[in-house]
């Protein structure tokens, strides 16, 4: 994943940012996305007093409403820019100044969506 300095000044590329970027991705979508598809139906399900082929058709909506749902809202958890501390990445990361002289203490990636 491409870095950048809080300035915009791109740094390079870092694999163990992309890596977090991933371990969050996969965090959220794993987690956040098929909760509510796996706990609302079956509630929404014993509460209406359907039956046979309606059954099915209630059971379909209410599974589709839940995934139009819970997909924007497990994209949204975590924003595409991702701020990273620079101790946590590769060596040529770690002692960088700033345009005024400063040391660059964090970095942002975007992780994409």
Same mark, same amino acid.
């Given at each position: 994943?491409?870095?950048?300095?809080?300035?915009?000044?791109?740094?390079?590329?870092?694999?163990?940012?992309? %890596?977090?970027?991933? *371990?969050? +991705?996969? @965090? +959220?979508?794993? =987690?956040?996305? !098929?909760?509510?598809?796996? =706990?609302?139906? !079956?509630?929404? *399900?014993? /509460?209406?007093?359907? +039956?046979?082929?309606?059954?099915?058709?209630?059971?379909?909506?209410?599974? #589709?409403?839940? =995934?139009?749902?819970? #997909?924007?809202?497990?994209?949204? =958890?975590?924003?595409?820019? *991702?701020? /990273?501390?620079?101790? &946590?990445?590769?060596?040529?990361? %770690?002692?960088?100044?700033?345009?005024? &002289?400063?040391?660059? +203490?964090?970095? *942002? @990636?975007?992780?994409?969506?």
């Amino acid at each position: 994943v491409c870095i950048f300095s809080p300035e915009g000044k791109e740094l390079g590329m870092s694999l163990k940012a992309g %890596q977090q970027a991933v *371990m969050k +991705t996969i @965090a +959220t979508r794993s =987690i956040c996305l !098929p909760i509510p598809v796996l =706990i609302v139906p !079956p509630v929404v *399900m014993s /509460l209406l007093p359907l +039956t046979g082929g309606a059954a099915m058709l209630g059971e379909m909506i209410v599974i #589709l409403g839940c =995934i139009s749902v819970a #997909l924007p809202a497990a994209l949204a =958890i975590l924003p595409q820019e *991702m701020e /990273l501390a620079v101790d &946590g990445l590769e060596p040529e990361f %770690q002692n960088l100044k700033d345009i005024s &002289g400063k040391p660059i +203490t964090s970095v *942002m @990636a975007n992780k994409g969506l």
